[in-house]
């Protein structure tokens, strides 16, 4: 049992390290930076942060979400995606370690899953949905998907009903009611679910998605004109099934398919 407990809050306190990373390279990507030169330094005063303040979670709730040298304040997304990171990487990883099994498979799934840590963050900030990081996110897709026993079928199906749908919906608008990236990030997560994988995403994505512009409509927070990415969307979608990979299924069944 204290083993157990060990392992996660290893695991917690790296994936949230890696979170740490992950918001680093988002935003350094956006502002055209090289993600791995250069010290963290406040985007306020531009001051240097020390080791103390550079502590995943912990710095954010003693400096009560403000800069040290400003005052500033600190952005949620921060925390989150520390929080976010080091959750997955406890799911993921957490049960095979325990166990100990082989780690190959679920240390490919965290790494997709940071990958759609990068582009939630990066989507949600710019509306973009940069390539570089969907043919990576390909790559490990393909690796998993071979790995796992994937048949070449399945992941073809799963590509072309995830893109092709998207793709469907970005000719019918002229590019205005869905980008391109969309389509794009949509083949990767294809391979990596499958056909009912790739369905039953896409499902959970314009469902949730509904919820929230009708939410923002609602609130006034938002207007019919108002662009909404939708890739944080599809991306979240694939966290879901990540932690809960027995959704296809059960919702296929409840379709009585």
Known sequence: MLETVFTVFILFALGSAIGSFLHVVAERYMAGENPFLGNSM???CK?????RELVPIFSYIFQKAKCRGCNAYIPMHYVLLELLSGFLCVVLLAPTLVSGQILVVPILLYVSACILIILIHIDARSMMLPDRFIR??????????????MSGDNMAYGALIGSGLIYAIWLAT??????????????????LFGFQGAVTLLFIAFFVGGLVGIVLLATHSATRKTAIPFGPFLAGAALVLLVFPSIPDRFFALLGV
């Open 174 to 191: 002229a590019g205005q009611g869905i980008g391109f990236g969309d389509v794009k990030l949509m083949i990767p997560l294809g391979i």
């Open 47 to 51: 001051k240097k942060l020390t080791a």
């Open 42 to 44: 406040c985007p306020h």
């Open 136 to 149: 990576f996110l390909g790559i490990i897709a393909f690796a998993i998907a071979l790995y796992s026993g």
